[in-house]
């Protein structure tokens, strides 16, 4: 689902590419440092690491570098995602329909990172049934070459699963921008403790779990 169509990609597909594009070389730094400190804290957890059985941090959340390198994975799982079979995402296909409904507008209803939240917020009925995110995930670990499914090289595919971790964050801190633009003035007191909730059910959620367990 995630290689690119030789025969051209769906116009609703490329207009989702084209603003994840934009997003991230011009909007998904900004929207990370305008969350909260103490919310970008919580999503840096999933960024430390474990030295000598003790928690290293890392502070708080902030958009690595590397940029074209992230740009490609978005793309990879943006493909997927609008291709895999699920009406998880069909609302976002819906709204970009329009011809009327150009990058601009992309941007400003916040498209990408609303799809990257519904994507690590997913939460399946049953047990026995696997995020949209974490088959995307499962399908970044096997190559198929002259016909022939292989494995890929462990290095790789964990790089690979650090940047779609990094992305799913991402979209987070643009979903959570997002609240602060549409919050009404008697709301915005409560705007902090409504973002911890939402970043505390990411991190309790299956997608991140399953991906990154801490």
């Keep these: 689902y995630s290689k690119p169509d030789p025969l051209g990609e769906d116009p609703v597909l490329v207009k989702w590419m084209e603003a994840g594009t934009l997003?991230?070389?011009?909007?998904?730094?900004?929207?990370?440092?305008?969350?909260?400190?103490?919310?970008?804290?919580?999503?840096?957890?999933?960024?430390?690491?474990?030295?000598?059985?003790?928690?290293?941090?890392?502070?708080t959340f902030v958009l690595r570098r590397g940029i074209p390198r992230l740009i490609s994975e978005l793309h990879s799982l943006l493909r997927f995602l609008f291709r895999y079979p699920t009406v998880l995402f069909q609302k976002?296909?819906?709204?970009?329909?329009?011809?009327?409904?150009?990058?601009?507008?992309m941007i400003e209803h916040a498209i990408v990172p609303r799809i990257l939240y519904t994507a690590v917020s997913e939460e399946p009925l049953t047990h026995g049934e696997l995020p949209v995110a974490c088959r995307y995930a499962l399908s970044r670990g096997f190559t198929f070459k002259k016909e022939k499914l292989t494995m890929n090289e462990c290095g790789w595919f964990s790089s690979r699963i650090s940047a779609l971790m990094h992305l799913?964050?991402?979209?987070?801190?643009?979903?959570?921008?997002?609240?602060?633009?549409?919050?009404?003035?008697d709301s915005t007191g409560h705007l902090s403790s409504e973002e911890m909730e939402i970043v505390r059910a990411v991190q309790n959620g299956r997608v991140t779990n399953l991906l990154a367990p801490y």
Aim: hydrophobic fraction near 40%.
């Design 92 to 105: 976002y296909k819906k709204e970009v329909e329009s011809p009327a409904f150009d990058l601009k507008c």
């Design 23 to 59: 997003w991230l070389n011009n909007y998904a730094a900004p929207h990370i440092a305008n969350v909260s400190a103490n919310v970008r804290s919580r999503l840096a957890e999933f960024e430390q690491k474990e030295l000598d059985g003790a928690v290293v941090s890392t502070g």
């Design 168 to 185: 799913l964050r991402a979209g987070v801190c643009g979903y959570l921008v997002t609240l602060s633009l549409t919050n009404t003035p």
